[in-house]
């Protein structure tokens, strides 16, 4: 191929890349942000779409959609249902994600009786305390879900949180269109 | 000592009575496994040392080596199959690792990272298991339970105290401790016995001495353990 013709040549796609968190801490959007310097180089081949970082709203049609925190109410369901229809590549991102996680701990435990515990007779609570009712509230399901049981998933990067360094790898491998593999390491369920 | 057999291409001498397993074992070979332990009566019953054997399915650790076999153990057919065995016990249990003292320093997580296993792909059966902090040095959590009775063994074999046992079938086995009350505290157990320090998971736990070691330092952290039965290394305590 000729100079002119490298030139003429026009620069790969960027390709779409969305993230949110359901019940999650955000620990892995912070794990994410660690990859530190290597943020630069990453948005030269993406760009955000639906993300905390961006605060769009909706997700719109995308490449790679990374998911932290597992499914724990009404919100949850709509909004992982909305990544799935619209992300070519789904990826659960963290242990909550991959299997529940900490809020998966209360999952042998009513809920009916977690809310009262938590909000009528537990410790420490302020006269009146009552269960928050507000209708802008989302429901909470009965258990939390890993997100997998509620819609396909297409990869899994598990860890509390995956390190940067596993971030990293995983998304350079999808980026380039091979296959991700955590190296020597880099997984890890704590 | 002139005998020996092929393990993935490689010949492995063994002794008359030998296991596959142990003769594996001696020559620093890793055959994946939960509910052997080098020290007690194989088992049997966890299913990930399954190889093939002449192009047969049969557990590493009950079948004797013999002249002239040709075993296939690390082929990633088996593999997949273990990661099977072992997703089924990650969804049966309450596994969370990120809590666990145990991590790092766990048999089971260990595998689940030596097989590759991603997801536990199941649907989670979250059980309801409540466990016993009667006893004054030692934790009993049921919830990571994988029913290895290397404790039953250990107890039974070695400490000569029988405090535990599994009861119930199928879906339905569970760890169970041999007093009237059914509570630990009440039986003759101490945290000095054999059965106090052998549990490969997070099921059985001294109080106290918890996270002592930091991650990066903890059993697995520096070495796999595909690669700890090589020469000069111990796989427990």
């Not at chain 1, 890993?146 to 999808?174: K, M, Q, T």
């Not at chain 2, 991590?103 to 309801?128: N, R």
Request: a negative charge.
């Amino acid at each position: 191929m000729s100079d002119e013709h490298a030139r003429a040549a026009p620069p790969p796609r960027k390709l779409k890349l969305a993230t949110v968190s359901l019940a999650g801490c955000f620990g892995c959007h912070t794990s994410f942000l660690d990859i530190d310097e290597r943020l630069l180089p990453l948005l030269e081949r993406i760009e955000f779409d639906r993300s905390p970082l961006t605060d769009i709203k909706h997700c719109g049609p995308c490449d790679i959609g990374l998911v932290e925190g597992g499914v724990c109410n009404a919100e949850n369901v709509e909004v992982l249902r909305e990544f799935r229809a619209h992300c070519r590549v789904l990826v659960a991102l963290g242990a909550c994600a991959v299997n529940g996680g900490l809020p998966a701990q209360r999952n042998n435990i009513a809920l009916g009786e977690l809310l009262q515990e938590v909000y009528r007779t537990g410790h420490g609570l302020a006269a009146g305390s009552r269960i928050p009712d507000d209708p802008e509230l989302p429901l909470l399901l009965n258990q939390v879900h890993p997100v997998h049981e509620v819609v396909r998933i297409d990869y899994f990067l598990p860890g509390c949180p995956p390190s940067a360094d596993a971030i990293w790898d995983f998304l350079n491998a999808l980026i380039e269109g091979r296959a991700p593999t955590l190296g020597p390491g880099l997984l890890q369920y704590d | 000592m002139n005998d020996s057999f092929l393990l993935d291409g490689e010949t492995i001498p063994f002794s008359p009575g030998q296991t596959v397993m142990q003769a594996a074992a001696a020559a620093g070979k890793y055959i994946p496994h939960l509910c052997w332990h080098p020290d007690f009566a194989p088992h049997g019953s966890c299913r990930l040392c399954i190889v093939r054997i002449g192009g047969r399915y049969a557990t590493a650790c009950t079948v004797g080596a013999a002249r002239g076999q040709v075993v296939e153990n690390r082929s990633e057919a088996i593999d997949a199959e273990r990661r099977t065995l072992l997703q089924l016990l990650f969804v049966e249990g309450n596994h969370f690792c990120p809590s666990c003292e145990k991590s790092g320093d766990c048999v089971l997580q260990a595998t689940a990272y030596e097989m590759g296993m991603l997801t536990p792909h199941f649907d989670h059966f979250y059980p309801d298991r409540p466990l016993d902090a009667s006893h004054p040095e030692v934790l009993l959590e049921f919830n990571r339970c994988i029913l290895c009775e290397l404790c039953v063994r250990a107890s039974r074999d070695v400490d000569r105290k029988n405090v535990f046992a599994l009861a119930g079938r199928g879906l339905r086995s569970h760890l169970i401790v041999n007093s009237e009350s059914g509570r630990l505290a009440d039986t003759d157990f101490a945290a000095t016995d054999r059965a106090a320090a052998v549990c490969p998971v997070g099921a059985i736990l001294k109080k106290r001495v918890g996270f002592a070691m930091p991650i990066g330092k903890r059993t697995y952290d520096p070495r796999p353990i595909g690669k700890s039965h090589e020469p000069g290394t111990r796989e427990d305590e």
